[in-house]
């Protein structure tokens, strides 16, 4: 069966997920080891993801700002000496000059800086000292403040969107008076991290807190949502903090209380960053390509005019162009619908193939008999072929007008039923021992990407801690398995731990992860 | 006389900037030298200036994209040896990982890169080296893509937005196939950059070209919009750059025309920056701070309930919510108005001038009475005094509203033609011989921020080059001049040029310049 892209997920996932990266026109790898190119179209994704993300983010109380790119080395090191298992890759700037020696281009000696500054890996420690000198009373509380940035993480190993040295997020910081209301922010933003990736990029996830060696370092607790590639694996999508007074202690960030007494703020942060584009290639692409929910998608309705270089064609490009019109005026996801017509100087049957690759939600094949007709030829990309035909439907304009917005919502609902379906049939449940689980992911653990499809195990523990929960940590790490995290809103468990045997207080999912 | 300053822009232009900056919580400085921390005020100024830009760069067939960080120092180095006059100073990341030695965290040497990375400056060569994969026949002609970044250049002396060690831009970079669709591309920029300046900012500017010894280097020609500042020194406020075939040669961005033979693009770039936002700060600040531009205001209107701890204020804080939502679902400026209440636990008198510091274009205080009778009692920023008075009126609520986008509408207008006026009447024009111009910038030039508002000159010249050139820099140096730009849209000229007494070709701006 022939598809549009020369390899398929079952082949080498890995690689489909490569061909799709390329092949949609989403990004591509730069001269820069371990940093992308992003092309326009995943730029248009990411900036309809941001759009909706900060939207939320403005609704519930934060502000937008804005901190310098590059972080002092004492900075850092203040943070390395009270956090343990801080990562210490990352980019460092030792000179502020170039300089031309016997017409060779070189750092220049004489400009090395007093102390290096680091590009920021994340923002804690600089915006953590602004807090210091931004809150002296309970009044100035809380700070709820986010940035958009670029951050950068010296990665060994990359792949596109999902680790890369450089990447954009939005990093989440904010201050309050006492701890109560500091976990409330941090459930909070998970909550709209989950409303995000499932009404907007159509993701289920699952909520839930990470176990303790999986928390970001110096967090009391680190909350995750979780999604499920097609590959079985979990992908973390974005994660929510609550960093008790920790941080607030090594840099000092006190508040007078309504008491009169010093108090050291309980502070939060929370991210999401381009990685979601990962996460929705991997769940939603198929072997043609990517498919996109229609409310990240750059251009929602593409309409193709089939052009022969005969009289007709002005016919046909005039009907094209006064359909966009009409649709650009309706409002789909509430939202103004986003139609195109493609007029690029190519083969019509190229082009309808570009925009199945790239995942338009719908294309529109319009040729002379069908501006004659006053009819559109559709193709739905979430549904594009049955067995090997490719499904084409000719509707009135009119109709397909009148129908479009409520299309494109079905649409949407339609990618996320699937993917809810999908994690829904994959979470396996009923274990009682940790063989039993290492049976079942078994052997394939030998060779990761090309292992047969396996989902999620959700098993009871008894959440041990230390030196017993880096033997746990162990057991799973021998078939390339991790504790995602332990879901929000369980039911009380009867169980044993399936690692200590010690009667359960909760499940955990357990799954190989991205 | 008091004001809401404690310096005036007549004391001294710079600390009033600096003032106003701070005062109304645009930004600060940050530990890291020459690095501003941009605060939420400022930074919903700078994504207000991002939206209107943004969606011009759309319209007129710009796409967004994203490109490293990085760049390899080869790449600057090819620049280098094409390019004269070339600036080195930037920031180099020449190491990826820290390391804990006696328990203090230094640079690992272990980790030092094979190859310098140079963080951005600009990044024609990184966009370059793409194009030249992109392009292979006329038919993929022209690219036009656009990207929002932070840039860094090593700069000696800062000040805040006007030139800082970092910045946030967006840089266009197109390929053409000829020079026509290239220069053309270059003045259309040019032009929506006008058009940002004067309808969104209130920022009225001349369009034109910069001369030979002002050109971004590599440049065939560069235009520029310059706008004056209240202590009349030039600020440039954006530039366009048709870069003729010199990228396109270094980096062989090459495509085969229509007849078949290889050819070089013809490359642009251009570019605005954060800077824009000193420009805005330096045209329409008073010695009471900042008055933005409604356009440009992140809230519009500003209610202050004036609150006093007893029974009625329960009426009032329901009144000022009740005006914030009628006022929310109001257009002004072809986008919805933007109306805030300040209900932070502060005096009213204080909130009031918070606002006025920071500039929000109408502040309306709303107490128990004005709650009982349906009325506002208004303060237009544009308008604040009557000598020394504060000028509020009472209006009724109903009135108000019916008005309120007309009055956003007026106050745009108001700012704008209030700096037109300054810009027209303080170009000086009819000199005949550069003594009568040195004659009247005169020994102010000694000292230079303390200096009486001079305006800019206006002057025919015969556009001298090469050493020539340098020969005029070097006179107007002296008295801290600069060229600035030859202004667009010229009559034709029958004078002498000032500099060397041959016929003039054309009339060129001459000023003091941020």
């Known amino acids: 069966m022939k598809r549009a892209l020369s390899i398929s997920r079952e082949q080498n996932f890995a690689e489909w997920y490569q061909a799709v990266v390329s092949e949609a026109d989403m990004a591509e790898t730069s001269p820069v080891r ?115 940035a670029n951050v950068v993480r010296w990665e060994m190993r990359t792949r596109m969107f999902l680790r890369t040295t450089e990447f954009l997020w939005q990093e989440g910081h904010t201050a309050h008076a006492d701890e109560a209301d500091a976990l409330q922010e941090t459930l909070k933003m998970l909550e709209v991290y989950r409303e995000i990736a499932e009404d907007v990029l159509a993701l289920p996830v699952v909520a839930g807190e990470k176990p303790e060696n999986e928390r970001f370092p110096g967090a009391n607790n680190t909350f995750s949502i979780e999604a499920m590639m097609q590959d079985g694996k979990a992908l973390q999508a974005g994660t929510s903090h609550y960093l008790g007074t920790n941080f607030a202690k090594a840099q000092g960030i006190r508040f007078q209380g309504a008491s009169g007494d010093l108090e050291y703020c309980h502070t939060t942060s929370w991210g999401v960053s381009t990685r979601l584009i990962g996460g929705v290639i991997m769940t939603h692409g198929d072997d043609d390509g990517l498919r996109l929910p229609p409310a990240i998608a750059p251009k929602q309705i593409v309409i193709v005019p089939m052009l022969r270089e005969k009289p007709e064609d002005a016919d046909v490009l005039a009907f094209c162009e006064k359909l966009k019109s009409e649709l650009d005026g309706l409002v789909a996801l509430k939202a103004p619908l986003r139609a195109h017509v493609d007029k690029k100087p190519a083969r019509a049957a190229n082009k309808r193939w570009d925009w199945v690759r790239r995942g338009a939600p719908i294309i529109l094949e319009i040729g002379p008999r069908d501006a004659a007709n006053d009819v559109v030829t559709l193709i739905r990309r979430d549904r594009l072929r049955d067995g090997d035909r490719i499904v084409s439907t000719a509707t009135l304009r009119a109709e397909f007008l009148a129908q479009a917005p409520a299309l494109l919502a079905e649409i949407q609902r339609s990618l996320f039923e699937e993917a809810k379906a999908r994690l829904e049939a994959n979470i396996r449940t009923g274990y009682t021992s940790f063989d039993e689980i290492s049976d079942y992911f078994g052997k394939a653990a030998e060779d990761d990407e090309a292992s047969a499809f396996k989902g999620w195990v959700r098993a009871p523990w008894s959440r041990p801690t230390g030196a017993e929960l880096e033997e746990v940590e162990a057991r799973l790490k021998a078939f390339k398995l991790t504790l995602r995290n332990v879901p929000l809103g369980q039911a009380p468990v009867s169980a044993s731990c399936i690692f200590t045997g010690r009667p359960a207080v909760e499940e955990i999912l357990i799954a190989r992860a991205y």
Chains 1, 2 share one sequence.
């Not at 934060?62 to 009270?82: G, K």
């Not at 956090?83 to 090395?112: C, I, N, W, Y």
Request: with cysteine; net charge negative; charged share 25%.
């Open 34 to 148: 371990g940093c992308m190119i992003v092309k326009p179209w995943g730029w248009g994704v990411w900036e309809l993801i941001q759009g909706a993300l900060d939207k939320r983010i403005k609704e519930t109380g934060h502000e937008n700002c804005y901190f310098p790119l590059f972080i002092p080395m004492s900075f850092i090191a203040q943070e390395a000496s009270h956090v343990e298992g801080f990562a210490k890759e990352m980019a460092v700037v030792t000179h502020h000059r170039l300089k031309a020696v016997d017409g060779k281009l070189q750092v220049d000696p004489e400009s090395r800086l007093e102390e290096p500054l680091v590009v920021r890996p994340t923002s804690e420690t600089i915006i953590g000292d602004a807090f210091r000198r931004w809150v002296s009373s309970y009044r100035d509380l809380p700070i709820l403040i986010n940035q958009w």
